[in-house]
């Protein structure tokens, strides 16, 4: 994101003090914008009813119940991402430094599209214009508007990007882009600028969803990168707080390797 503002202040400074500039500046198209906010009708509401409901709690579908088998692959896991030989070089290049803690060990989320793969509930909220995900998972909040708006030609980069959605029948398709530099496809595996993930949100049954997600990023795939997740919903679950830096005790020295400090487990975070 501060990456994108100053290449806009920087462009902004060679408009301002070229004549060529400002000819350029004037015959640019200018991008769309999102629709003005409005209060909802009636008649909004009553098409929201309309659609498929997928309001409420949900958990990716791992065959033990809540707490259990989350260790394991959700069904439908893919193979991997196919990777370009520059992107197979950076993979081996960081497995090859033995990282052996990510980020998310020390709270900073995972980002798209890992975040939507993450072993703890989510709930849906549909609104007129406007789906919101509440993923318990780093206390994290996806919005995706489906309002009518365009994707941004120029997106902020933010770690879930910016998403747009549309129902094509009883299937909400949702395009996003715009992702900050510190996400990843996969472990180990950096994108590109130019990522773009779609997914697809639909009801088997009253009580499960299936959502396929496909990746593409001509600098770092050679193929779209598919992959399948089931959730069941949980009709009398609520999402329950996720302070991730609570009483955290992992850390990583100055040579990469993690560890835990176990001195005060149990005890308030000083």
């Known amino acids: 994101m501060v990456e994108t503002r100053v290449r806009r202040i920087m462009t902004a400074v060679v408009i301002a003090i070229s004549p060529i500039g400002v000819i350029a500046a004037f015959a640019q198209t200018p991008a769309p914008k999102p629709p003005p906010p409005k209060s909802p009708t009636a008649a909004d509401w009553a098409a929201v009813a309309k659609l498929p409901d997928f309001t409420g709690v949900w958990e990716l579908s791992f065959g033990g119940g809540r707490g259990g088998g989350r260790g394991a692959a959700p069904g439908g896991a893919p193979q991997g991402p196919q990777l370009t030989t520059a992107a197979t070089a950076k993979r081996k290049q960081l497995q090859s430094e033995a990282r052996e803690d990510n980020q998310t060990a020390n709270c900073l989320p995972p980002g798209m599209p890992g975040i939507m793969g993450q072993p703890y509930p989510m709930e849906f909220l549909m609104t007129p214009g406007l789906v919101t995900i509440v993923i318990e998972a780093y206390t994290q909040v996806r919005h995706i508007y489906t309002d009518g708006r365009a994707l ?79 959730l069941k919903r949980h009709r009398t679950w609520t999402i329950a707080e996720y302070i991730c830096e609570e009483n955290n005790r992992n850390f990583v020295d100055e040579k990469g390797k993690a560890g835990i400090n176990l001195n005060q487990a149990g005890a308030p975070a000083k």
């Not at 770690?159 to 496809?185: K, Q, Y």
């Not at 590109?192 to 496909?214: N, S, Y």
């Open 152 to 230: 941004p030609p120029d997106p902020d980069l933010k770690f879930h990007g910016t998403s747009v959605g549309r129902w094509e029948g009883d299937t909400l398709v949702v395009e996003t882009v715009g992702f900050s530099p510190l996400t990843e496809i996969a472990a180990n595996v950096p994108h590109g600028d130019k990522m773009r993930i779609v997914e697809r949100f639909r009801l088997a049954d009253p009580d499960t969803m299936t959502i396929q997600t496909t990746v593409t990023d001509p600098d770092v795939l050679t193929a779209p990168y598919t992959s399948a997740r089931t």
